[in-house]
């Protein structure tokens, strides 16, 4: 399997994991474990950004930073500002430049405020940070990041926690036809099998969160993802063999080249 | 935008309550059958006396839905309470101007030393509760607490008597994350009865002090009844349609609710038994809630007993209050390795019914395989400094 690069940095695993609503820190960091990724995904509103420890606010403790890229996300920010201001605090407290930028207004269906997030996106990338944007699956705002220097494009499968599997797929498949950066596929995938596909698709990535955190056994489905974006990737790499359910007319309609 | 109190008005809530009375079991299965509710009427059934005898199942779907859009966390928070100076009679609460209590209104030092001992407990997530007094409650005051507590709690609630969009800003602007406002009761009037006295007699007023929160930039906003007051799938109804209209018509909204039930005061008010409502009904109403609104945070207090906040840690509640103390400066006098009272509360607004500290509350929530959660909001994003 060849190796995810993302703004010149390699990457082996092409599974992304993220570290909301698991039940405790200790079986998160055995799931991150489990899922052998990267790069771990953490809301910079739930972590200690002071610098000093904190027994109550303790989640980046979980995550072995020689292993995983950690890459901060900005949840919870409601505009571009907002998302600006605490990626570069987070930076400030000494977190990598990387940033999933993640702008949604609505708290309901967590959708991207695509508007916001391409304005966060061009103070960023101007101010050196390596720029993962959420998106809604739109080939055109995908197009338009690219544009302006983000690392990635990041378009959801589905609503957040929808589990549904990848069901902008149209979509998806021309942003994937357009990229010039690495498609990542965030939200929406509940199934190892979603992910597989995605990867079969030829996504270079999937994020995946509450599939992971919210199944009855955390740590064994983080090693299926695992399993699957590999498998999903590896029959990418090697090319379809194409079934057919086309019959074969019995009058050839090119015959008539051979008279 | 047009009024929730007027849309209100239109809204057939005593028929809803006919009708969840008169549901049958091909109704109720039906909707067990989906999993889901989303309009008053299925709500009405789900919270029929019929439904009640469906209990596990809807336990079985609410425990589903808020797993997978919330995960096994429960997000903790403290009130700290400002002021018990009060003009309104309410008949109901320990607050109620013609209550003979030590009446009290704290110094900033004291609120922000009070907000230290809560940080040192775990909490970094504050709500700000005051009486209703223009002397001693001003803007100013709050405003001001505000900003020094933001330095040592990340995230800042307020429930407070409530005011114009104008004077909300300045509470937004200072980076007050989020408004509480309960109804305390829907049916007008009983509303009237016991608010016999004071700006809180504006019914409607009240009603649509969300709305004007939301005007005013608050990003959490908090809907209740007081259950107790009133015939309680009456209140349930009406809270379900107000969250319906907030989301609506106020699509960035985050929205909560808040299910509390009347506590014994100071006073001499006398609840009417009909409308007590059992451990039985609150759990079939959070359930209902859950299966109406999938992403609201349902919050639970210290208002009810321990085994049953326990049990419902499961089953659709998001977000827990814990060692609370309902009267003004009582925290001052708390022993800290404990965190108990050194002394009686007599000018508490009621007396809460689960005593045990954040600490063993945080230990219950772990051993149920939940994550308590106590920051889930920086500052950074509303505020500069």
């Given at each position: 399997m060849k190796p995810l690069i993302i703004a010149d940095r390699k990457f082996n695993s092409r599974l992304l994991v993220g570290t909301g609503k698991f039940p405790s820190g200790a079986i998160m960091h055995d799931s991150i474990e489990a899922s052998n990724t990267n790069i771990v995904t953490v809301a910079l509103k739930r972590a200690n950004l002071s610098g000093e420890k904190d027994p109550f606010v303790d989640i980046l403790e979980y995550i072995d930073a020689k292993k995983t890229l950690i890459l901060p996300n900005t949840a919870g920010a409601m505009n571009a500002e907002e998302a600006v201001r605490i990626a570069r605090l987070a930076a400030t407290a000494g977190l990598p430049r990387w940033v999933k930028l993640e702008i949604h207004p609505d708290h309901n269906y967590l959708l991207p405020d695509p508007v916001e997030t391409l304005a966060a996106a061009k103070i960023l990338v101007k101010e050196g940070f390596i720029v993962l944007p959420y998106i809604n699956a739109d080939p055109v705002i995908a197009a338009r990041l690219q544009d302006i220097g983000c690392s990635t494009v990041m378009p959801l499968g589905s609503p957040i926690g929808s589990n549904r599997g990848i069901e902008t797929r149209a979509q998806i498949e021309i942003i994937i036809e357009q990229a010039r950066v690495p498609i990542i596929i965030d939200a929406g995938l509940g199934a190892p099998s979603h992910a597989a596909f995605a990867m079969e698709m030829g996504a270079d990535a999937v994020l995946i969160n509450t599939a992971i955190a919210i199944a009855e056994d955390p740590i064994k489905m983080a090693k299926a993802f695992a399993l699957s974006v590999q498998a999903g990737r590896i029959h990418y790499e090697i090319g379809t063999s194409h079934l057919s359910k086309m019959a074969h007319a019995t009058s050839p309609l090119t015959s008539f080249l051979d008279k | 935008m047009s009024n929730f109190s007027d849309i209100y008005q239109n809204i057939p809530i005593e028929a809803l309550v006919q009708q969840s009375s008169d549901t049958?079991?091909?109704?109720?299965?039906?909707?067990?059958g989906k999993g889901e509710v989303r309009n008053l009427d299925d709500f009405a059934a789900l919270i029929s006396p019929l439904a009640g005898g469906y209990l596990e199942e809807l336990a079985y779907h609410s425990n589903k839905i808020t797993k997978n859009h919330f995960g096994k966390t429960i997000r903790l928070f403290a009130p700290i309470y400002l002021s018990n100076e009060c003009v309104n009679i309410c008949t109901y609460c320990g607050f109620s101007r013609n209550n003979k209590i030590p009446r009290i209104t704290i110094p900033l030092e004291q609120v922000v030393s009070e907000t230290r001992m809560l940080a040192n407990q775990g909490f970094r997530s504050l709500l700000i509760v005051a009486g209703e007094h223009p002397k001693y409650v001003s803007n100013g005051y709050v405003e001001n607490c505000i900003s020094h507590c933001l330095k040592i709690m990340p995230s800042i609630s307020i429930e407070l008597g409530p005011l114009e969009v104008e004077n909300y800003i300045p509470l937004v602007k200072a980076g007050c994350e989020g408004l509480i406002v309960y109804q305390e009761t829907y049916h007008e009037d009983t509303y009237k009865e016991i608010h016999p006295v004071g700006p809180k007699k504006k019914y409607s007023w009240r009603m649509d002090t969300p709305q004007r929160a939301y005007a005013a930039g608050f990003r959490k906003i908090g809907l209740g009844a007081l259950y107790g007051l009133y015939d309680w799938r009456y209140e349930a109804l009406s809270v379900a349609a107000h969250a319906l209209f907030m989301l609506q018509h106020c699509w960035k909204v985050q929205l909560s609710i808040s299910v509390l039930r009347l506590r014994p005061s100071m006073?001499?008010?006398?609840?009417?038994?009909?409308?007590?409502?059992?451990?039985?009904?609150?759990?079939?109403?959070?359930?209902?809630?859950?299966?109406?609104?999938p992403h609201a945070n349902i919050v639970l207090s210290t208002r009810e007993p321990a085994a049953l906040r326990n049990g419902l840690v499961r089953l659709g509640v998001t977000t827990m209050s814990a060692g609370s103390s309902t009267e003004p400066g009582a925290y001052s006098n708390f022993e800290e390795s404990n965190w108990s009272p050194k002394q009686k509360q007599p000018g508490e607004q009621f007396h809460i019914a689960d005593d045990r500290s954040p600490r063993e509350i945080a230990s219950m929530i772990s051993g149920q395989g939940y994550e308590p959660i106590w920051k889930d909001f920086d500052q950074s994003l509303v505020t500069s400094s």
């Open positions: - | 049958n079991e091909l109704i109720v299965k039906r909707i067990l006073g001499n008010f006398k609840p009417n038994k009909n409308y007590l409502m059992s451990n039985r009904d609150i759990t079939q109403l959070i359930c209902a809630f859950r299966m109406l609104l």
